[in-house]
């Protein structure tokens, strides 16, 4: 399946100067398959070591820090001779912290070498005080599958016409019913690879619910890595909590619903190794929207989304038969499902995780992004009415040079308001685009 992330691997391929690549992500969005499609198809050759399937593989790295003896030795295992024109592939790489500090000598020793690196535990790995390379890698972050990415399959048609959007026009009835019933979908499958192929071939949803409930077991299954053994519950409780968390009015993170008399210090560990583990995200309250946003972070008030709507929806055991109920897939859980699709496609398309901002208790701006040095306000609405008093509040206090609001109603611009549909989120930077053009 095509993947955005695809144009990024190649322009680090052709990257003057490039370094060894470290690829972070969850399990399962698609990194192993990312690598092995870009040596197949963009390398003369590739080496594919996996350090978890073949620990013996950690010998060569513990006992030696001769690159070339060690290229040469990676050579003689896989039966293919390591050149310039050769794509090193190291996945699972956490498991062997020593392969992962040998990068540096890559860099220095061997820069014609191309080297690609993953883990699932990697972001535990590179937060753990293990000592890495700095400034002698490249890091991309991998996600799930973007609405945008499902689109091709599911109604070629509308994400063309999409694709060819160059002006802030209502979206014409047609092709708008099609791609609200696509987005339903999405909210029902969300975007792991393995769920979207499984929906692709089957067309039902019930393959994709035992595959969800999978993934689901296989993340409770990697908490036991912790070091910590006393962590690996408290994991466990926090994660469980995300649905609950976020079907309050006010999705604010509250530990008591952990369990009664939680306290923040017991469970910051836990909530760390979940972020550092691509499993949840957290978004701080903005006590100013100023630049950088992180410099006016309140950090004792913040919110956790899931990695995959299509996750949280399973996790939430909303079933999919909500599908064909109207919009109560937009308005179950008071909208969390749709508030978390909306922040999952933020975080691939902005540069910094957003935050959300609040006036006592008069008003709340779900989320605030940076687009280039303008913070903009973003409301999500799940429901039929619009209005947001919240947003005019924000409006009123700081006159920011566009809002937008996602909604179940048409593309429009009008008065620095840009309301966008819900299933076209993927494409808010170059909606704002449009608008600086204009």
Known sequence: MQRAIQNRLLQWKDKSGRLPLIIQGARQVGKTY?????????????????????????????KNKDIDRIVQSLSLISGIEIDHQTLIIFD??????????????????????????????LGILLHSGFSFPVGKVDFLTMYPMTFREVLPYWNEKSAHYIDRMDALEPIPELFF????????????????????????????????????????LSYKGDFAKHPVMQDVAKIGQV??????????ENRKFVYKLIRTGARAR?????????????????????TKPGIPLSAYDDLSAFKLYALDVGIMRRMARLNPSAYAEGNRLFTEFKGAIVENYTLQSLVNQFEDTPRYWISGNTAE?????QYENDIIPIEVKSDENIKSRSLALYHQKYNPVVRIRYSLKNLSFRDGLLNIPLFLTDYTTELIKMISHD
Not at 36 to 48: A, I, Q
Not at 266 to 286: A, C, K, M, P, T
């Open 239 to 248: 994660f469980d909590s995300l649905p609950s968390q976020l079907a309050r």
């Open 266 to 286: 017991e469970y910051e560990d836990s909530i760390q190794w979940l972020i550092r583990s691509g499993l949840v995200h957290q978004v701080f309250l903005n």
């Open 92 to 121: 699972e790489i956490q498991e062997c912290p020593e392969a992962l500090s040998t990068l540096k000598y890559f860099a220095e020793k061997r820069p014609d070498l191309a080297v690609v690196c993953a883990g699932s535990l």
């Open 365 to 369: 701006v779900d989320f605030l992004v």
């Open 34 to 62: 990312m690598m092995k499609w870009l040596g197949e198809k963009h390398f003369e050759s590739s080496v594919y070591f996996n350090f978890d399937e073949r620990p013996e593989l950690q010998e060569f790295f513990s």
């Open 177 to 216: 019913n099609e791609l609200s019933d696509s987005f339903k979908k999405y909210l029902i499958t969300g975007g792991m690879p393995a769920v979207v192929a499984e929906f692709n071939r089957s067309k039902t949803f019930s393959g994709c619910e035992n595959l969800l409930e999978n993934l689901i």
